[in-house]
């Protein structure tokens, strides 16, 4: 395989990771602000449910980001 095209693969994978990282903050912010509690307290708290709603939300985005870059490295 020729470097450039290696190289090229890389950076996109890295710009992915940084995009998805992105996005999952952006989620996390918008969760934050459309539920009526504060999300940092309740899962300092130890409520589960929201423990699994931000999980839930944090592997959903994972997935569809992932796809997105993996398709674009062929």
């Known amino acids: 395989m020729e470097l450039g095209i290696i190289l090229a693969n890389f950076l996109y994978a890295l710009l992915g990771a940084l995009f998805s990282i992105a996005l999952m903050l ?3 912010k918008l969760l934050d602000w459309i539920t009526p509690f504060e999300t940092s ?3 300092s708290d130890g409520n ?10 944090f ?5 569809a980001v992932g796809l997105v870059v993996g398709l674009g490295l062929n």
């Open 26 to 28: 952006i989620g996390y």
């Open 41 to 43: 307290k309740e899962l």
């Open 48 to 57: 589960v449910a929201v423990g699994f709603v931000v999980g839930s939300m």
């Open 59 to 63: 592997v959903s985005l994972g997935l």
